[in-house]
Every structure is written in structure tokens, then in C-alpha cells.
């Protein structure tokens, strides 16, 4: 397998730096919880007027098993919620996106020419690439992140089955 290119980790960085602080502006961070509480879930209704929690959606555990790695406890801001792995590494990052966000995320994508492989089964309508899934319920997007230093193929099947997972929990 190649290595990962530059210009795509740089790219993808920079979406997600520019939907975290999008996600930021307006509203203050929701609180800091591992995924095993009961969550702050006052930020992202559901299409049916529940409300849908991104730390919620995917755990801590689930998190770290992604990741390959202990991450540090969750960091919601409004729709979003991140794992980042220790300052004492390994490089790791798992971040969840609900709503708008996600869905510009996708769009971002599929502008920027990137490969999108359907997810047959999974929500209404499901898409995965090198470090990420996007799925879609009703009208409610999100998205699934992985950001680690490897090769992404490594990351498919994980990331696949864990959009499987998180597609009943919406």
C-alpha cells in the first residue's frame, strides 16, 4: 500500500479544524464525559425532536478500540464530540459529527474528488473513505473520523462495523 498523501491528511485537518470551530462559534462547550453517564444532549434534536448526543454515539471504549489506543475523555462542542489520544502519544483522534456538519463534511469529500465506497445496510444511506464514514438516518447526517498514523486500509473494516453499530443508535 502507498503512504497516506500529504496534501489529503493536511485537507482533512483542516475540515475538521474549520467544522470544530464552526461548530464553537455561538455556543458554549457542552461538558466533558467519558460516554458512560448520562449525556448533555440539549445541543442536536433528532428529526422526532430527540435530542442525539455524538458522545453518546460512539463511546469512549468504542473509541479507543478504533483508535487502537487509550484516548483521552470526551470533548463535546455543540455537534460534535472528540476523542484525542494522550500528549505522550500515540497520534490518535476519533471525532463524531452530527447534523450540518457532517453533511458538509461529505459534500467537502466528494468536491474535493475523494473516493466514497456505499455502505450497503447501514442507516438510510451510508458512505465510506480512507479514515472516515458518513451516514445518514432519516434526515439526521453524521460522521465518523479516524485520525491515526497508518495505513487507512487498515482502518476500513473497523470503522465500517462500528457505522453499523452507531446507524441503530439514532
Request: proline share 8%; hydrophobic share 35%.
Amino acid at each position: 500500500m502507498s503512504a497516506p498523501r500529504p496534501g489529503r491528511r493536511v485537507a482533512a485537518l483542516t475540515i475538521a479544524l474549520l467544522l470544530t470551530t464552526t461548530a464553537a462559534c455561538g455556543g458554549a462547550p457542552g461538558r466533558v464525559h467519558e460516554g458512560s453517564g448520562p449525556a448533555d444532549t440539549s445541543e442536536a434534536p433528532s428529526p422526532k425532536g430527540a435530542a442525539v448526543d455524538p458522545c453518546a454515539l460512539v463511546t469512549k471504549q468504542e473509541a479507543e478500540k478504533l483508535a487502537g489506543t487509550a484516548l483521552d475523555p470526551a470533548t463535546p462542542v455543540r455537534e460534535t464530540c472528540t476523542y484525542t489520544g494522550p500528549v505522550t502519544g500515540p497520534t490518535a483522534q476519533v471525532e463524531i459529527f452530527v447534523g450540518d456538519g457532517a453533511k458538509k463534511y461529505l459534500d467537502i469529500e466528494r468536491d474535493l474528488g475523494h473516493t466514497l465506497r456505499p455502505l450497503a445496510g447501514v442507516g438510510d444511506e451510508a458512505y465510506a473513505e480512507d479514515e472516515a464514514v458518513f451516514l445518514r438516518k432519516s434526515d439526521r447526517w453524521m460522521s465518523i473520523r479516524l485520525v491515526r498514523l497508518n495505513d487507512p486500509a487498515e482502518n476500513r473494516e473497523p470503522l465500517e462495523e462500528l457505522a453499523r453499530r452507531v446507524a441503530t443508535r439514532i
